[in-house]
């Protein structure tokens, strides 16, 4: 505490806190003594005659006998200082039989005692005198890193006689010592017996080592005895079984698909044998816990050391572990033997020799001999083989009967005289020898025919079994429980073969030879008994019952579930008696051999069945041990015997399946009640053991533990049901769900607390230290306390046992269970002779201690640590870890003895109906959430008094926002059930299940008065939970009073008292509405009240008391409105409507102007005024509405935060917000559902419309109508097809641009107008692969195709570039085909009509009259390629023969090139570029706000320029697909585009460059405005001039259409920036600008080429260039093969050839021509610099960059001849031109040709006549005359 009311402070402290005191034995006259220290104690541990004392401060004393001392005196009563600890800060300590061990703050561990066997873990060294450190070192596996090693810290250690574990940071077990103890391989004992004879000495382990089998899980605590550990786990995630094999990872389940049918199969071979890499025999039953806990993987029982057949030459081991490696195979398996364990173990059988010195009077012996005798026998899975070679075999315990006072009560272990092991339990080959004796097929491993029976003859076995045949069942059922030395083993089969209810196993002892019970008359029935009622009946239900636990609906289950069907048909034999089966792999059935006639005889028939004796054995064996398993979950009683060992890895725990499959075939054998539970759907128990708050490390504590053991067990203290030795942990089963909490190891036995308080204990019972009378105890056990009785601490010392618990008030209390310690004279005469107690007695001295809060033991001597009630702040700890683990306990009972035998009640789903059942189930299920937090605040409130005492770390404060959620939502369930009468309803399943009386509920509930309803009774018991939240405010402010109020903790309790006061009154107020509810609908009219009672729904006000009508309601009319928290419900006769109250808004009228007390309630579809009789009422109604409906639109977030934050709902919930509404008057909406954003009724903003049609709108409303972007799906009359649209909307129609997909395939992308398409837009019908692919691209109008537009016909060939009107064609266009074909003129209807121009591809052409598609009609002129032509008339179509009627002209020889040809003039029939795309440039004025081009204010515009990029740039963050569209580039334009060029004033060259800037980032992304206009732009081009339309004819229009676009983007510009001068003007030349500038005029010229074309051409460059290409196609082949063959020139040759100046050549070719060296001349070595520069003119796209490239190429030659000659001199074109011919034959420029005119074309007229004109006339004169060029 940081400021506790005291005055001394830490002196107070230290005086009250952390007391000792010791004492021993539990007599009257016991006065603990008090261990006197300066600092308080934190942690005492005590060896056999020593202890170890840890203090505040980390330091250590010890005290006691330590004859490891190097000082005089060995013993010290009073604590001396462990110096050798000092300066470390020890926060642990522990003490062994004759040493200790502390940990350190830093995790390290120092040993000193006793270390004869290396418990101290340093070699060397008999006895280690003072703490001296240990290494705990890790060694990696990696192989990688090897060499390296990691030191373990460690946080807890504990030690036994011989051994020491340690629980690292990591949660891993370490250890060191000698003996099983410490759980590694190879230090098990050298023999099994329980006697005490010489065992030849083990190795230490000196050095600690980690116990691997525990690895990867997570360890909570550990524990040591004298010679056996425990270790508490917590329970692993549970996984799905693996679906390949762990070592060879091929899959465990192949399917084989048949014509009919699917065989499924499980045998799967691994072929490295094993799956776990361990030896054979090792570890192959890993996985076989149990159905209930497949995620273990304990070994197959680790019984190798020392087992008298485990020897090397053991050839019945040898045999069995042969038959080991051939059987098992599939994991799926389960490992099935004559002598399986019910853990699934063997113990070691024994050789035939010593069988037969034996005498038939030992009835152990002969249990013995028949475990030895059939584990000889083949059968189809044996057990596991231990890690020596051979087989050990261990016996099944069975149940034996169950009385009123000892639930399970083990049978006395007896040891054979032999001195051999005793066996753990009766076999189930005992039970089995009994049915099965000698015959063929039969014997012992030894060979065939052998006997290893101790019978003489089968006649022996027959004459055995009609004696213990004698007693009926009737007798035996009747009878008291005799006292267990004379309970028969096979008495116990009787139990397991009940009709319904199959008992847990329980340990039992090898057969007296003096028994006197009976072999139940079911066993050795008569043939053809059967029936439910039957022994037949009674096996089979068993069976059944087994089966349906682990047979689930998997692929696995299949295989398996067909497997049962064979071994039914033993029990349906008349031959068969043996009740159980196994679900085994099919190859089980392969072992085939006649009944021994032993069974055939104990089956009172005279014929042999099919069945093998050793499936028979298996069989019987397999159904105990699976009955042992299944138990009702509504008598699940402590200490349950141990759970089943087997398990089919990957099955289900619903047996459905198999009940069913069974009921096919042997219906009239199963009971109705088994067919019953397992055939209909039920509400089970699973429910209750849900986790519904998380287990974090950080969090609370886990209350899913496992306890595992192992080490010496010959005393049972290792808790598996026998009294075997393991040095391989294994689980005990039977504590897996009981929330074990602490542990602790006495010298031979160990103790368990659990969450619930309750105590288990198992082990030795020498001196009642089990608190419970069972001597020994193989399983864990109840002790005997109390009612009442809370146990919450635990020490275990040598032979007693302390417990530490609550009682009637929150002092702890104390009781002692074990020896009394002779004390000396003045003792009774019982406490001198050491008495012991009979059960654990209380110790009278508890209660002047002060306040316990931990207990331990050790040797004789117990000790508790205490503190004093320092202002009250301890008591009240103590109060609230006492409240917490009572209420704890209370709900556990209530859940345990109400809730889940309600749950399995037959008729519980039938008589609460589908709906009330569900409601159950969630209450239930919310309940399991509460009572499991209440567990683990226990557990941590417990582990805070007993450690920190502080409020530090206290999770009701730490973890508050847990607490809330679970209450709130269980309040919830439980309101919900009330209101729709779930209690009054569950009344008679109550009765049902606990009989009219009820008195279970009574007594949980704590009632006396018998007039109370039953409902209530069960309303009040689970609004227990609820009320214990009272008790969190109480101790949280009773601890607050004990701190000062300024102090940090004051504040922290204070504000978590707060919290949890909000969260109390928050439940009272919602259990009070549910109250209300259920009291209205008890008094609403039936009818409506079927339709309207819903579990949320909850009444808030009701206008029956005519506080509210209807305005201009009628005379007679009733009106009833019903506020309810989710709706409003107007009620009239014998209907009713209800609004939803989230779409529900309320405005008061104004009484002023109307005089009335009325409210306006406005929902989507009608409005409507109330009228109140008073101003009081309207403020009620009116406050109740707004409030209702802000906690309908919060959907409960209003009440979580009122809880957090103490502030109501708002008063007036908002006008705009997000609700759902389905419409249900007549119109457009009409039962349409629309869920989104609303404004004062009406959809306003983004929402979603589903119509029950399967229409969807998805997207923004505006008013009530779809507006802006939206999604919408129509569906089709085909089936699974629909249009899509996506686009934008306006007053409920699509408008605007966006995309339709009609079903059909075709996709239209454009522009619409009242739902059709209208603008410019672009439809793509079909595929390539259907019959009739098409794009059309052009203008629409009223939904068909009007003006200028581009048809592509993908199937014929055709591509159209013309006029349309209504779908047609008609005005003038062009069409080019694929072939070659081009025409230019007039279209009609569709159809070539008139004037019109034909050109083929070889140049023939046609300029005429047309009547149809490529046909001919009327008067023309044929122009042939070479010159001729014949004019007249035509007729016919083009290709495919002509009629002519005309002249023949041929041009005369002497005639002009010019006037030979007649080639006609084209363009002249086309539409104009100024005329085409019309629609893409409206479309954009359009979003300028412009009804025309240059019609608008520019300030206009500007807005919405803005809009929509916020618009689109809103779009694209909503959206994924849309925001990953755009490049990183266009991210950055976007934000730069935000800022608008803004100027004063004439435009000077730097406001110019800013707007040029702008337009280029504009442009580069589509979400602006002109951004858009150019993709279209480019969109349509591309469309028109590539694929067909990349014909060289259509040149002169694609350059005309580029040069249109310049023009009309001109136009925009400069609407949008009217200072910016027309085209060709000069910008103003700024006062401050030099003359030198002055000469740069042309850069000032401004022009649409110079501000467009370098955003423009990019984009349109390869279809344009390609068409460039095509045209100049002839003259670019003669170029380029001049230039091939003069590029064969050397360098000096060539210069020669060009007539180039020889001054100008370069130094070394200069000096080669003079010298005339024979030397290979070199090429490429002129003017490189040059020729590289002007190949960058194929790189650049504008006129501009492509002269600026050429301007570069003049420079570099220039510069080249300037370093030659040393001087100045200035170019003459004689002298350049050779120069630059060299330089551009050298550059090799493929197509010279089309980039020479594609300049000419687009270059600015500005720069044609300056010094750029003249370089690129010299580049074309080039050109020319490399064309003419000849080598002669």
Partial sequence: MEKQ???????????????????????CSVTPQKVLLSRPVLQAALGYKHGVLLVEGGQVYSFGELPWKQTAGTTSPDPILEAGLSGQKVVGVAAGGFHSGAVTEDGGVHMWGDNAHGQCGLSGLATVPNPTPVAVVDHPSDPASLGLQTQVKILEL???EQHTLALSARHEVWSWGTGPQLGLPGTGTSTTSSTHAATPPLTPTWRPQKVEHLAGRHVLQVACGAFHSLALVRCPISHPPPDKCGQ?????????????????SDNHRCPLLVETGKPAGEGEGEGECGADDNHHTTDDRRRSEGSPAGGKGGLLGQQ?????????????????????TQHGHSSPPRPPSSLSTHSTSNASSCVDAAAAATAGVGSPAQDEVTSSGSETTDAVPLPPPQDSEHPEQPQQVQESSSGSRPEGGATAGAAAVLLQGQGPGTGSGSGPGAKNSPYPDEQAVKDYLKKLSDHSIADQATAKSPPLAQRSQVDAIADVFTPDEPQPLSSTSSLPSSSTSSIPSSMLMPAGAGGPGGPVGAALNSLVASCASVVGERVASTCEALSLRKVMSYYYQPTSSSSAASVASDSSANSTSSAPPGLVAAGGAGTQGDTAPDEALLNLEESIQKSCSLGDVRRQEEGEAQSRRLSLPGLLSQGRYAVQLLATSYGGMLSPRLLRRYSRSRVKAALLDAVLVADDDNLLPSLQTEVWSWGRGQEGQLGHGDLQSGSQPMCIKCLSNKEVLRIAAGAHHSVAITAQSQCYSWGSNSSGQLGHMETPSTIPRLAKLSEGIRVWDVGAGQQHTLLLADGDCFQPILYYSGQQVKEGAGQTSQESSGGYTQQPVLLPFCMNIGYVSSVCAGGQVCAALADKNVMGFIASLHELAAAERKCYCKLTSIKTQVLQPLLNA???????????????????????????????????????????????????????????????EYSSALGDYLVMGGFQALAKPCQDVFGKGCEVVFKLVDSTDDTVPLPDLLLSLLHQPIKHLQEYTRMLLKLATCYEVDSADYQRLQEGCSRFESLVLHLKRKRKEADYTLHFWRSFPGKMTDSLRKPSRRLVCESSNKALTLQNAGRFSVNWFILFNDALVHAQFSTHHVFPLSSLWVDPISEEATGLNGLKLTTPEESFTLLTSSPMEKSKWLRSINQAVEQALSGGGAETSSLTSGVGPKADPPISRTASYTFYKEGRMKEATYEGRWLAGKPHGRGVVKWPDGRVYTGTFKNGLEDGFGEYILPSKNANKSDHYQGNWKEGKMHGFGTYRYATGEVYEGCFQDNMRHGHGMLRSGKLNSSSPSVFIGQWHADRKCGYGVLDDITRGEKYMGQWQDDLRHGNGVIVTQFGLYYEGGFSNNKMMGSGVLLSEDDTS????????WTLSGKGTLNMPNGDYIEGSFSGVWGSGLKISGSFYKPNLFDSDKDKKHTPRLGRLVVGAEDKWLGVFEEYWAKLGCHAADQGETSKAWDNIAVALSTNRQLHRDSPELRRSLSRSQHKALEGLEIIPQH?????????????????????????????????????????????????????QAVSEIKSYLKRLFGIVRFLFPDLPDEGCVIPETADETTEAHLEVPRRVVSSSALLLPVLLPRLYPPLFTLYALDKEKEDDA?????????????????????????????????????????????????????ETLQQISTTFTPADKLQVIQQTFEEITQEVLALLKESFLWSMDDLFPVFLYVVLRARIRNLGSEVSLIEDLMDPCVMHGEHGIMFTTLKACYYQIQQERIT
């Fill in 5 to 27: 009311k005291s005055s001394s402070g830490e002196e107070q402290r230290s005086v009250d806190r952390g007391l000792l005191h010791t004492w021993k034995g539990y007599s």
């Fill in 158 to 160: 504990a030690c036994g």
């Fill in 248 to 264: 060879c990872h091929q899959l465990l389940y192949t399917m084989t698909d048949k014509e009919d049918h699917v065989i499924i």
């Fill in 320 to 340: 069995q572990h042969q038959r080991q490696q051939e059987v098992k195979s599939s994991p799926s398996m389960p490992l099935l033997s004559s002598s399986t």
């Fill in 906 to 968: 037959d008729n519980l789903s039938t008589t609460l109906g589908p709906a009330s059942t569900a409601l159950l189930q969630t209450l239930i299920g919310r309940f399991n959430g509460v009572c499991q937090l209440t567990g683990q605040s226990a557990a941590s409130l417990t582990a805070l008094v007993r450690h920190l005492k502080d409020c530090k770390g206290m999770i009701l404060l730490e973890h508050t926002h847990l607490f809330t959620d679970t209450y709130t």
């Fill in 1406 to 1413: 046609f300029e005429g009259e047309f009547s149809e598609d």
């Fill in 1544 to 1596: 004063t004033g004439p435009v000077t060259m730097e406001i110019y460059d800013n707007i040029r800037r702008y337009l280029i980032k504009a442009c580069d992304t589509a979400l602006h405005p002109l951004g858009r206009l150019l993709e279209s732009l480019v969109g349509v081009y591309r469309m028109t001039y590539v694929g067909v339309g990349a014909n060289r004819r259509l040149l002169p």
């Fill in 1679 to 1731: 170029y380029w093969e001049c230039v091939s063959r003069l590029n064969k020139q050397s360098d000096q040759a060539l210069l020669v050839f060009l007539g180039v100046n020889q001054k100008f050549w370069p130094a070394s070719t200069a000096n080669q021509g003079e010298n005339q060296e024979v030397a290979s001349s070199p090429k490429d070595g002129c003017f490189a610099a040059a020729v």
